[in-house]
């Protein structure tokens, strides 16, 4: 339910863009362009499309008719992204949606006049996509989660689940804008129930299993995920690794704990 209530108000933001757009342009009368953009694979977000494709029918849009959407799916790769926000903008898109921070950077990089409405970033604030929530100023809006906040909550419960618990590994994907609230709040509660946290640092998806090594070398005994689009993209493998090395895991989706059922 969370991730239609999710939907229903970026579409209710897009909707009152695009609105604006109708009403600016009434002497051009076509059907609005806007961008999807997408950090991870179509896969990592098949779901959170499809919900919103079923918000744009349910509010009189017709795909490919009354209103035009170009998707653009980065794959996890930085560059790629980059590309296909810039891409976004030479279409001219009326707005840029962008489901999550690795996606709004690149957005916010690649243009300063096209309306952007974030779907779910968890730290808009630190990431200086905007100025405050009450006030975001600039050419971005949209939503921000508490995934990040969370973090510190999530290292309590496996405290309580796992008593003796003492050291803890954290996989980082330092290309992700919100990490760094994350980690804030993980060191405080670390320092409140006496763990020892070891940073798993990942940049791309080919160093996933070289970080499980390294936090094998560390005797962790449990691992928390931080929210990556590259994380999402790649989950039945972290998953699985977490599996084979006996580890309890707390993770940013419940999509892992599909992936492992």
Do not use: C
Request: glycine share 8%.
């Amino acid at each position: 339910m969370k991730r239609y209530h999710l939907i229903k108000t970026v579409l209710l933001l897009v909707g009152f863009i695009v609105a604006n757009i109708h009403f600016t342009e009434a002497q051009q009368p076509k059907a609005p362009r806007i961008g999807f953009l997408v950090a991870g694979p179509p896969s990592a977000v098949a779901n959170r499309v499809e919900a919103f494709r079923e918000g744009l029918r349910e509010r009189g849009y017709i795909e490919g008719k009354t209103i035009l959407v170009e998707y653009r799916y980065g794959e996890g790769k930085v560059d790629r992204i980059a590309e296909q926000a810039a891409e976004l903008v030479q279409l001219k898109v009326s707005l840029i949606v962008t489901a999550g921070s690795q996606a709004t950077r690149p957005a916010k990089e690649a243009t300063t006049t096209i309306p952007i409405v974030m779907a779910q970033d968890n730290d808009p604030v630190g990431s200086g996509f905007v100025d405050n929530l009450a006030k975001p100023g600039g050419n971005i809006t949209g939503l921000a989660n508490l995934t990040t906040e969370l973090s510190g909550k999530q290292l309590e419960l496996l405290k309580e689940i796992i008593p003796k618990l003492e050291r803890i590994a954290v996989l980082r994907d330092l290309t992700e804008p919100g990490s760094p609230q994350g980690v804030r709040q993980i060191d405080l509660a670390a320092q409140q129930f006496g763990l020892q946290r070891h940073y798993v640092d990942v940049r791309s998806a080919g160093e996933i299993e070289p970080a499980f090594l390294s936090a094998g070398k560390k005797q962790s005994e449990a691992l928390l995920v931080l929210p990556s689009a590259i994380f999402n993209s790649h989950r039945k493998q972290i998953v699985e690794l977490a599996a084979k090395n006996r580890w309890a895991g707390m993770y940013p989706r419940t999509d892992y704990a599909k992936t492992a059922a």
